[in-house]
Nanobody, 123 residues
Framework: QVQLVESGGGLVQAGGSLRLSCAAS????????MGWFRQAPGQEREFAAA????????LYADSVKGRFTISRDNAKNTVYLQMNSLKPEDTAVYYCAAGTSASSIRRGQCDSWGQGTQVTVSS
């Protein structure tokens, strides 16, 4: 398994942007598909985006498609989530996850999870 640490969360006004980062430990990062989930207060954790191990294939939830972009840098063992045109309903704790494929991550089948980073979007 890989150890995952998220960063980059914070407070932003509606319409603004944030970029989340997830740093992974271990030399096997490039063999993992990676993903981002989020959990708003009182709600279940939901899938946001996933990327294949090579970075050539991505998946997005309908709620973030066209506004969020997932990417990775295997040389830096890091996956990113660029969030643009943020809305108050994007407010949540964002979690990074690792899995065997982007599709399995979308189903919630993840091998490792980070601790989460808070994103708050004010109206």
């Amino acid at each position: 398994q890989v150890q995952l640490v998220e960063s980059g969360g914070g407070l932003v006004q509606a319409g603004g942007s944030l970029r989340l980062s997830c740093a992974a430990s271990g030399r096997t990062f490039s063999s993992y598909a990676m993903g981002w989930f989020r959990q708003a207060p009182g709600q279940e954790r939901e899938f946001a985006a996933a990327i294949s191990s090579s970075g050539t294939f991505t998946l997005y939830a309908d709620s973030v498609k066209g506004r969020f972009t997932i990417s990775r840098d295997n040389a830096k063992n890091t996956v990113y989530l660029q969030m643009n045109s943020l809305k108050p309903e994007d407010t949540a704790v964002y979690y990074c996850a690792a899995g065997t494929s982007a599709s399995s991550i979308r189903r919630g089948q993840c091998d490792s999870w980070g601790q989460g980073t808070q994103v708050t979007v004010s109206s």
